[in-house]
C-alpha cells in the first residue's frame, strides 16, 4: 500500500514512477521529474503512535542477519506513509541515514 501511496504522490507531482522488476534494489521506486531520475525508498507504518522503523532485516527469506539503514548510496528519498492516519511525507536520504526510525501522524 506505501508504494500505491508513493506512486500517487509523485503522478500528483506530474512526475513518472517506475516499479523495479526484481526486488533485489534497496529503493522500490525510480521517479522521473524531467531532469533527473530519484530512487525512492518507500515505508510504512500501522503503529499507533506513528513510528516507522527505517530498518531493513532483508525481507521474504532473505535475511542474512545484518540490519540495514537508510544510506545515500542506496537511495536518494525516503517517502513515509502512516496507514493508520493517512499521513505521509518525502524526507531526502541525507535527512534520515543511519536513523533507526521517524515518527508520522
Do not use: H, Q
Not at 54 to 70: A, Q
Request: charged share 25%.
Amino acid at each position: 500500500m506505501g508504494v500505491g501511496r508513493a506512486i500517487a504522490y509523485y503522478s500528483a507531482k506530474g512526475w513518472a514512477a517506475f516499479i523495479p522488476v526484481a526486488d533485489m534494489s534497496r529503493y522500490d521506486l525510480i521517479v522521473d521529474d524531467g531532469e533527473r531520475l530519484i530512487k525512492v525508498e518507500v515505508k510504512t507504518t500501522t503503529r499507533t503512535n506513528g513510528e516507522i522503523s527505517l530498518r531493513t532485516k532483508g525481507g521474504n527469506s532473505t535475511w542474512s542477519g545484518i540490519v540495514k539503514y537508510i544510506s545515500t548510496s542506496d537511495c536518494d528519498v525516503v517517502f513515509v506513509v502512516n496507514l493508520n492516519t493517512g499521513g505521509e511525507r518525502e524526507y531526502p536520504a541525507t535527512e534520515l541515514a543511519g536513523r533507526s526510525s521517524v515518527v508520522i501522524k
